[in-house]
């Protein structure tokens, strides 16, 4: 029963982890000019959505490499009065924090190369977001999300919510939808997608 349970988890990852690699070439062959366009059309469709509009704290990921640009929503929501939070990561307890984000907070890299927020701006946990605005490599029609595998936001949201709270959506391109996605049981499900191709509700 052991060997077949940990042949089923080594074959899942396995399943994961080619996925991951297709995901990302076909992200990374999205034009530059491409990809600017699809950051602004998924921030219009993210940013008019009721969900964000009855929202007052929204987290919101700063985009690394070939991540969907976060800038436009980003600047949208701060056009709207929103307060907006984006991850810190403390890379010795692999925990991730939400730290307020205004048009002047000053911003460096991390150990992984993403930006985050110098000092000690305000701090809300993920629990007291109304939404998170999470990245992803790809999702499928269940809300199923597959990550880059480093299990920053399975571990901050790994308790249950309360009332539905946070709501969590994905961001990313159209392209990054599959049929399926293989999943754990300690996976984040989304409730939404925001995609350039609009908002999808899981």
């Known amino acids: ?38 950051a602004l059309l998924a921030a219009c469709h993210l940013a008019g959505s009721a969900w964000l509009r009855r929202a007052q704290h929204v987290a919101v990921y700063l985009d690394y490499g070939a991540e969907l640009g976060t800038a436009p929503l980003i600047d949208a929501l701060l056009r709207l009065g929103k307060h907006v939070y984006v991850p810190r990561i403390a890379v010795a307890t692999r925990r991730m924090r939400f730290l307020r984000l205004t048009a002047e907070t000053p911003l460096r890299t991390n150990a992984y190369g993403i930006a985050e927020p110098v000092g000690r701006p305000r701090e809300r946990r993920a629990r007291q977001m109304d939404v998170i605005v999470l990245p992803l490599l790809g999702f499928d029609g269940r809300g199923q999300r597959l990550g880059t595998g480093g299990g920053y936001y399975d571990r901050a949201l790994a308790a249950p919510r309360p009332f539905r709270r946070p709501r969590l959506i994905g961001y990313g391109y159209a392209l990054q939808q599959v049929d399926a996605v293989p999943a754990e049981p300690w996976d984040i499900r989304l409730d939404a997608a925001a995609t350039e191709s609009g908002l999808y509700q899981f």
């Open 1 to 38: 029963m052991t060997a077949q349970a940990g042949d089923t988890s080594s074959s899942l990852a396995q399943r994961k982890n080619a996925l991951r690699r297709d995901l990302r070439r076909r992200r990374n062959a999205i034009t530059p000019e491409d990809a600017r366009k699809a």
